[in-house]
Every structure is written in C-alpha cells, then in structure tokens.
C-alpha cells in the first residue's frame, strides 16, 4: 500500500499542482485502486471529481465518466487536457460528434492514450458504443450525479436506471458513485440500482459552517426587501433563484429599474444570451443572475455572496443544492429563503397532473420543505438531520448561523406531551405517517384511520388540549432529537426508536419551541418588507394618521379615501420631501400627490430637519414600465366605456386581477368612471346604499363590507363599488 501512497501524492502534485488532499479524497482514491466498489457523498465544492480523475491517470486503461450534463463534461475534459501535454487523454463521447471525431476517439482509447472517457448515459446504451468498449482495457466506470438514478433524488433522469445493465456487459469493472445528495433513502436507492450493495461509503459532512439560512414571510412586498437586501450588499454577487422563466424576466427586469446590475437566465433563452449572461456573471460584469434551477449546474463561482430563493424549492436536496453554491471559498454567504404556503399549494397543484407515484414523492418531499420553513428550531440542525447527519448547536461549527438560533422563539416545557405522542405512535403499531399520527391526537378521522379503526381506540383524540399545527412542531422536534424515526423502506411512516421507549419509561424534561406564524395581510407586508432596514419611524407614523384625519375632516371623507395605511407606512420608512419622492411610495400616483402631497411632504420636511434623520433615499423602489403599459389600456378602454370582461381577456388578465389593478389605479389618484358597468349590476338604491357604507365606514375593509351586508352583495360588486366610490370622493 506504501508504494500506492507514494504514488498518489506524487500524482497529485505532478497533475494538480497541490501538496495535499482535501477531506476524504485520498481514502476514496486508496479505495479505487483497489479495485473496489466505492459510494462517494460529498457535499459540492468539496472537490468529488478528483476521487476519479487522479486514479484513471495513475492506472492502465481507460476510465469511463457517466454524467448527464454536456457543458459540465466539457469543461472537466478541457481541465484534465489543459493538465497533459497529449489532447488525447480525456475524450467525450455524445451525440454532438462528427464520425471523425467518433473515430479520433476510439483510435486514442485503443492505443492507451485516453485515460478519462466521458459519456452521457443515452451514449452508453448505443450497441456499437458498448460492443467497442467490451474490447479495451477499462479501469473503472465511475458514475456522477448518481442521485439521478433515484426519484427520490432532485434531478430523476429515467436514463440513468439501465446502467446496470450495460455495465454487467463490460465485464467485472468496479463501480464508483459519486453524489452531493444524502438522504438516506436516495442513498439506497443508488446502490440497490447500481447493484453494489457491498460499496464501501466514504460520506463527508453535510455542514457549511460558513452559511447563514434565514426565511422570511413572502409578501407582495417581496421586490423592494430583495431590492434593500441586494443595496445592503452592493457591489456583491448573488443568484436569486425563481420557480418560472416569467418570473425570472420579470425581477431581472425590476432589479435593472434599480440600478442592479442583473440579468436573467432560463432555459427559455436561446443557447448564446445563456452563455453570455453565465459569463458576464463569472466575470463580475454583472452582480446578481435571476435564473430558474437550470442554473448552477457546473457554476463554480467561489464568491457568490448570498443566494436569495423567491419561491420556496420542490425538496429541501434541491435546497441544499442551491443554496450551497454561496460561499464556496469558505468567506460569507447568506441563503435566504422567502416562504408562503401559497407558493407550497401551487406546487401540490402542479403535482396533481402527475402520475400516483410520482405525486405521492413530491408531496413528501413538498411537506419537508415546509417543515423546514416554519420550524423554529437551528435550520442548520434541521437541515443536516434531514441529510441523516447529526449537529450540536452548541459545539458544532456554524451553531449560530441561521435566523432561529440568532432570534429564538420562546421554548414551553412539553415533557407530558411528548409521552403521549411516542404512545400513539407505539399503540397504532408503526402504521401511520405524521399526518395521521396528529390526526389521531387531536380526534380528526380520515378514510386510513376509519379503515384502521384507530377512531375507536381509547387514546383517539387524547390531544385536543392542543392544535394541529401544535402537534405537527413537536413531532418534527421529536424526529430531530431522534426518539422517532422515519421509516426508509414505507417512505415516511413514523416510528418509535428504543430511545423514545426508554423516554416513555423514565421521560425528562423536553423544551420546545413553537412553530413561526406566517402572516400574509396587507399592512403586515408593508412592516415586514421595512424589516430589512429598520421598521417604519412609529413617531412620525403617528403624526402622518394624524394630518391624514385632519386632511379627511376637512373634506368630508374617510381617512382612507386620503391615503391607504401602506401608503403611510411606506412614508414613514423612505421619509420622501419631494414630490417625485411622493410618487415613488406605495399606492401613491400622481393624482393622489397632486391632490393631497404638498401638507404631508411638508410635515416629512420639517420632521426630517428637527430629527436630523439621515434619509434612505436608495430605498425608493421603482416599479417596470410593464405594469404602467397595462394600465394605461385598462384606463384608455373604460374611458370608451369598454366591457370589463372584454378588456380583461384582451390583456389575459383574469377578472380579479383586473380589479387588483383598477384598485391601484384609483388608489394611486387617477379617476376610472365605471358606472356604465355598475349600471348593469346594481340599481341606483343598491349603489346609494353602499356609497353610504363607505362614507361611513372607518375602514374600507372587503371582508367587513361583506359581514355588515352579510351576503347581499357578491365580493365584486363591493370591490367594484369601492373602486367607484374612492374614484368619486377621492379623485
């Protein structure tokens, strides 16, 4: 072995030009020229390709490489060339080769001079490929991306599964799989489906101590608090990671308004503006790339200084994937997430066009994202233990790095609870996932607890002293501190360890800390979007409701016909002194500056000045024209007393968003007569009577108006009418 040890780092200084090897990569090598099966997990960044190129160059034969990306084979054929005097030593074998080429290849591999062949797995299963390669010395296959074998992995490609076969025909090679994915059951699917159950696993940690995780709600705000996220951070790089190409268009475009230097990258793109704008990004021509998960792959940028998720991920691996593509140097990076269960249904809407199976894996996967996002316990803990990695927070490296631990939630003493809990686990005999577990505590039936008879069982709703969303919390705190487990082979189905036996024996003290409440309204978006700077000045807050109410006396209208709450909100965080600044806040259009702004810009002035308030004038988010474009038909067509439906579906715009857009309209301080439209749906009492509503009202509250009229109207009609209402009195 002394001499193979000897060797390598010999190799490794002659190849690569390092002196030592990083974290597990010389055991990996010692193993493979062993010649025996070898299972690599390695998180990315932590130089997993190295544990197959250094041994095919130091061994006699030629080394296949399956991996399913082209432009990633392509640069790891250009880096191993770029390392030997000979072009020959690593080849790539796809459809994108000429017959010459083809056959340049198959010269080089015969004569012993290729030591690295890289192949997708669509090449390998062509008969005259795989008749060739029965014929040359191969050293050893080595499988990359392997998770693309399991769909339980995040990239499933149904390729990868005939590996197997096509490998038994090149005789007895060893096999060596390398993944940055660890759940355990993607682990044993690898090797069930590479049929090397007698691997020996080499698996790094999971921790990048060097990342900060925080998730914060997702609001209609969203774009301004990326925008004073990414100010915060100027001149710095990032990747923000959206679910849709439209949507990736759409912030790239906002960003640029800005003053951001962004741009988008989606496989919608043609082939060429891609590999521009991936360029332009490694070259810090611009600071921050919008893209769809098809970026990333192969990007290996060591100072990506945040990772930003607009919509929350499909699975917590693709999670991890993402997010650890910040920090690669080891210097900051900060991964923050945005969460709102909205985001989480649409997925689950998505799912529902799938086949069974494939539903019933994205649902799990679905629900462990959330767990994660609304957990109030160390994500980094949370993380790791979901990658089956165990994490102290109190000795581990990176302890204090996320949101949670650095603002804690109030923990609750649950020692009784916790007991019940691992009982109902027990007493169902292993049976249920966590969904019917928490169903059979709080006494909620479904059709599996009906055909189990669960419901007739004593301890059937022996938890109603707490909710659902109660026991969800501490059962997933239960799972990480490992008195539960999930079942691999029934993917999901709760069961009892012999540590959670011993606990319902002898229990101790268990402190837990409640889950997050995610608030979606309105005026919560407003404070939470300010949040990343600092939360609207509350003193000239009141001072702003205060000249509002005088402004509406005076005039004889409701405070909220002068100006919405998030306006005010948005005045009290930008403090604007001029008119354009007015303009630029929240809801606030020309109209509506012109009308009311001089009394309020000028008690921010006076304000500024006597506080010595240094103003974030940055902090002015400008909206894309794309929006305005829109509105100016909508206002250009009820001017011609347009039909709504017509103008809706002229724009692809769906009633409700329609009247999303009129409110904003109006709000901001332009007139829409709509009452030739009204005409047709109420008669002039209905309308009168709601007018008076209004002009009543304290607030102009949809869901109030609903309950005070208590079914009379439809949610249209009142919406409709309010857009008349302030259109009249306001404008």
């Known amino acids: 072995m002394n001499s193979n040890e000897i060797d390598i780092h010999a190799a490794l200084k002659k190849f690569f030009g390092f002196n030592q090897f990083k974290g597990l990569q010389e055991q990996v090598i010692k193993s493979i020229l062993n010649k025996e099966n070898t299972f690599v997990i390695m998180p990315t960044g932590g130089g997993k390709s190295l544990c197959y190129q250094l041994p095919a160059l130091v061994q006699e034969g030629t080394a296949i490489v399956v991996s399913p990306l082209i432009a990633l084979m392509k640069n790891q054929v250009d880096a191993i060339r770029s390392l030997s005097s000979e072009n020959g030593v690593a080849h790539v074998l796809n459809s994108s080769l000429t017959k010459t080429e083809i056959s340049q290849v198959k010269t080089d591999i015969k004569s012993g001079l290729t030591k690295l062949l ?70 044993e699917d690898i090797l069930k489906n590479l049929d090397m159950v007698d691997a020996t696993t080499y698996k790094a940690s999971f921790n990048r101590p060097n990342l900060y995780y925080e998730v914060r709600t997702k609001t209609k705000n969203i774009e301004s608090d990326i925008i004073r996220f990414i100010k915060l951070h100027k001149g710095k790089s990032g990747i923000i990671y959206c679910l849709s190409r439209k949507k990736v268009e759409a912030i790239a475009e906002v960003l640029q308004v800005n003053g951001i230097s962004a741009v988008p990258y989606h496989a919608g793109l043609d082939a060429k503006t891609r590999a521009k704008h991936q360029d332009m990004f490694l070259m810090e021509d611009v600071d921050v790339v919008v893209a769809t998960i098809a970026f990333g792959m192969g990007i290996d940028k060591p100072d990506v200084r945040f990772v930003i998720h ?11 994937q993402e997010t650890g593509r910040a920090g690669r140097d080891g210097g900051e990076g900060h991964c923050l997430a945005y969460y709102s269960y909205k985001d ?117 709703g022996s938890g109603t002293d707490h909710d659902e969303k109660y026991w969800m919390a501490l059962l997933r705190q239960v799972l990480v501190d490992g008195l539960l487990s999930k079942d691999i082979e029934t993917y999901g189905v709760v069961k009892i360890t012999k540590t959670g036996l011993d606990f319902i024996k002898k229990p101790n003290s268990f402190m837990m800390s409640e889950d997050h409440e995610y608030n979606e309204s309105e005026d919560e978006a ?17 001072m702003l409701r205060d000249l509002r109410k005088k402004v509406a006396k005076k005039l004889g209208v409701p405070p909220f016909v002068v100006f919405q709450d998030p306006s005010l909100e948005d005045m009290a965080l930008k403090y604007p002194i001029s008119m354009d600044e007015l303009i630029n806040t929240h809801g606030v259009g020309e109209g509506k500056a012109k009308k009311y702004g001089k009394e309020f810009i000028d008690l921010i002035s006076q304000y500024v000045e006597e506080n010595d308030i240094i103003r974030p004038e940055d902090l002015v988010v400008k909206s894309t024209g794309a929006n305005s474009i829109n509105k100016l038909y909508i206002i250009q067509n009820i001017d011609r007393k347009l ?66 009229f208590d079914g009379d109207y439809d949610i249209d009609e009142l919406r409709l009418m309010r857009i008349k209402f302030i259109s009249e009195v306001a404008n």
């Not at 929350?312 to 693709?318: A, M, V, W």
């Not at 407003?526 to 009141?542: N, Q, R, W, Y």
Request: overall charge negative; hydrophobic content about 40%; proline content about 3%.
């Open 118 to 187: 890289y192949v997708a797995p669509e090449s390998l299963t062509k008969d005259e490929y795989v008749a060739f390669l029965q014929n040359v010395k191969i050293s050893f296959v080595a499988i990359d991306e392997a998770h693309c074998i399991s769909e339980w992995g995040h990239d499933f490609r149904p390729e990868y599964r005939n590996l197997k076969h096509i490998i038994k025909q090149l005789g007895s090679v060893p096999i060596i799989g390398l993944t940055a994915t660890a759940t355990p059951k993607v682990q």
């Open 310 to 320: 607009h919509d929350i991920p499909k699975s917590l691996e693709s999670y991890y």
């Open 643 to 708: 039909p709504l439906d017509d103008i809706a579906s002229a724009k692809g715009l769906t009633m409700d968003a329609l009247i999303t857009e009129m409110e904003q309209i109006v709000n901001s301080g332009t007139k829409l007569n709509i009452k030739y439209w009204i005409d047709e749906m109420l008669d002039d009492d209905q309308q009168e009577e709601i007018h008076d509503y209004f002009m009543e009202s304290h607030s102009d509250n949809i869901e109030e108006a609903l309950k005070e």
């Open 526 to 542: 407003i404070v939470t979007a300010a949040k990343g700077t600092g939360v609207a000045d509350e003193v000239l807050m009141g």
């Open 344 to 460: 989480v249904e649409k997925l689950e809407k998505f799912l529902s066009g799938k086949p069974v199976a494939e539903q019933e894996i994205g649902f799990a996967l679905l629900q462990e994202v959330v767990a994660y996002a609304e957990t109030s316990m160390s994500r980094r803990k949370f993380l790791l233990h979901y990658f089956g990695e165990e994490f102290d927070n109190e000795t581990g490296e990176g302890g204090d790095m996320d949101d949670n631990v650095r603002n804690p939630k109030v923990k609750v003493e649950a020692q009784k609870q916790v007991v019940k809990l691992l009982e109902v686990v027990r007493d169902t005999k292993h049976i249920y996932k966590s969904k019917e577990v928490v169903f059979t505590l709080i006494g909620r039936v479904n059709a599996m607890i009906k055909a189990h008879r669960t419901d007739e069982q004593s301890f059937f």
